[in-house]
Every structure is written in C-alpha cells, then in structure tokens.
C-alpha cells in the first residue's frame, strides 16, 4: 500500500475501534468511503479497488463485518459496469444516502433454482435464492438469475413483499432466504458471465485482504496473552512447543497477508493469471485461517471461547469468509483448470 491507503487505514481503526458492526456502517459513511468506488458524477470518489483494500483491512483488524462488501464493491462494481437509469440512482443513494444494497445469487451454489422470464420489456424472477445477506436491512436488491442458460443480472427496488426466511449468520450480521414467485424486476444486464467472474474474483481479493488482517489479529492477541498466562511460575510464551506453535501461526499469518497483496494486484490483468491467484489466495485464506483460529483459541485456553475477548468473533468471521464465494476445495478445482489451460 502506498502513504494514502496506509493513512487510509490507520484513521479508519482509529475511527472505527469503539463501534460494533452495525454502527460501523454509519462511521464508515461519516468517513466518506462507502462511496469509494462510486463514480465521481453519481457522488462517489471514482476509486479503485486497490484503494478499497485499507477499508477491508481496518475492518478486519477490528472484526467488523459490515455490508461495505456487499454494497460498496460487489454492487457498485456490478452497477457501475453496466450503467443504466436504475442502477445509476443506486449508486448515487449508495454514495450519498448510505443506502444499503442486498446482493442474491453472486455465489453460483446459493443461486439454486433462481431464473428470470420475460414478456416483452417486462421481467420477473422466480425461484429462491439462500443465504442473502442484509437482506432484511437493504433498500435495494441486486439478483443474479439465469437466462437462455446464461447468469444476467437484475435489480429490484420495492421488494420488501417477498417471502422471506431470516436468520442470524455465525458471524453476528443477519441473513434470509428469499423466495421468488414471477417477482417484477429491472434488467441490468444479460448475458453478464464475464462481468460476474470479474466481480467475484474483486469481491474474493477483498475477503482475502480482511482475512489476513483478521489473522495479524489473531496472532498478536494471542502472543500477548502467552506473556500473561503463568504456569508452573511461568508465563506459558517461554515454553518452547508454545513458542513454536505462535512462530508457526505467525508463518500462516505472513504467507495470507502476501498472497492477498497479490490477489489485488492482479485484478484487472489477464484473465487465467487473474483466476489463478484468486483461487491461490482463497485457499491460502481459508487454510491459514482455520489453523490461525484453532490455534489462538486453544492457547488461550477456556478464555477462547468467552465474548470478552475477540478471538472467538475473529474466528468465527474466518469460518464464514473460509465459506464465502467457493469453498477451498472450489477453488482448489479451479486452479487446477486454469493451470491445465
């Protein structure tokens, strides 16, 4: 990261650090920045991804999920792409207004039976769509539904009639089930394979760069309460198979953080390199992370597991980014395919 981002960073923890995660989204919009990547004539700062990176990285050092995923990169980056009247007033609500936009079907295994039909100009969707995040709180609805057996991408504003199933998700944010009976919708763009991939590998990129920060998180709570921690008239951090495990958390800890760097820096390259670090940096995230959690969590002991102390939320947020947008095994699959290519 350049000077900007870095100071980008350092003032949104500062910010940030007494807010929890629902009120986080309302500081991050006093902080100007859920409109970061809005275009600049729809009220946004016309940004880059790259400079989203900062915010994902103070939201991960702090263990603050928010919607700035959901709403800031995947749906701005989908409605920027394809411009149009509808999704334009989005973008700009999203920048100036801090509208909060849902986003249903981006993961192809939670897109299940979702389709979309027409009659001439007019569109509906049917079908369900799982585990749709903030779905109770957005004022927009962004669906990505087949079409002629290809994923188009559709947009609803007035959608609060819908059947709905909500949930609580592990990591503290609330989710639902959405089902969709020849539900009216607004076209935002057919035929949109190419701009989905490009966008779920941005959104992928951005969940790596959390989790490593998470992961930073985890190792340094976890050495400072080793130097606490007493046992047999000592602390615990002497003890070399301590000392050991932390220097091997703090390895997993390093090698998430580069291939993160990495996975941004390559989002607007060639496709296969594209592909390939992505799916690099998605199992190198959820495999660190997991041993990074697991770890932390046995070092301190029945601590671990308390809610006054955050290694229990950090882990559990790993969990749900280890999960989110293809499993590691997914993506395992899909380096192998684009290495073979």
């Given at each position: 990261m350049n000077e900007d981002q870095i100071m980008l960073r350092d003032t949104l923890i500062g910010r940030l650090a007494s807010h929890d995660g629902k009120s986080a989204w309302v500081e991050l919009g006093n902080a100007g920045v859920r409109g970061l990547c809005v275009p600049e004539e729809l009220g946004g700062l016309g940004l880059t991804l790259a400079d989203a990176a900062p915010v994902m990285e103070a939201l991960g050092e702090l263990c603050l999920p928010t919607s700035f995923l959901e709403t800031s990169i995947i749906a701005t980056r989908l409605l920027a792409s394809a411009r149009?009247?509808?999704?334009?007033?989005?973008?700009r609500a999203i920048a100036m207004d801090g509208a909060r936009v849902a986003v249903a079907g981006l993961d192809p295994r939670l897109r299940g039976d979702l389709s979309a039909g027409d009659v001439g100009e007019a569109w509906t969707i049917s079908g369900t769509a799982r585990v749709v995040l903030d779905a109770d709180e957005a004022t927009s609805l962004i669906i990505i539904a087949t079409?002629?057996?290809?994923?188009?991408i559709f947009l609803l504003r007035d959608w609060q009639n819908l059947e709905r199933h909500s949930f609580?998700?592990?990591?503290?944010?609330?989710?639902?089930?959405?089902?969709?009976?020849?539900?009216?919708?607004?076209?935002?763009?057919?035929?949109?394979?190419?701009?989905?991939?490009?966008?779920?590998?941005?959104?992928?990129?951005?969940l790596a760069v959390e989790a490593a920060?998470?992961?930073?998180?985890?190792?340094?709570?976890?050495?400072?309460?080793?130097?606490q921690r007493e046992q047999f008239g000592q602390s615990i951090a002497s003890f070399q198979v301590v000392q050991h495990r932390l220097v091997d958390m703090n390895i997993q800890a390093r090698r998430a953080g580069a291939i993160a760097r990495r996975a941004v820096e390559v989002l607007g390259?060639?496709?296969?390199?594209?592909?390939?670090?992505?799916?690099?940096?998605?199992?190198?995230?959820?495999?660190?992370?997991r041993y990074i959690g697991q770890q932390a969590v046995q070092l301190h002991g029945g601590m671990g597991m308390t809610v006054e102390l955050p290694i229990g939320r950090c882990f559990k947020r790993l969990t749900v980014i280890e999960n989110e947008l293809g499993s590691a095994d997914d993506h395992l699959r899909r380096f192998a395919a684009t290495s073979a290519a």
């Open positions: 149009c009247v509808d999704g334009d007033n989005v973008l079409h002629d057996d290809a994923p188009a609580p998700t592990i990591d503290g944010r609330n989710a639902a089930d959405l089902v969709f009976q020849q539900t009216p919708a607004i076209l935002i763009a057919k035929q949109a394979a190419t701009l989905i991939s490009d966008v779920t590998d941005e959104a992928i990129a951005c920060a998470l992961m930073r998180r985890l190792v340094r709570d976890t050495v400072e309460y080793t130097k390259g060639p496709e296969m390199e594209r592909a390939r670090t992505i799916s690099a940096a998605k199992v190198t995230v959820a495999q660190a992370g």
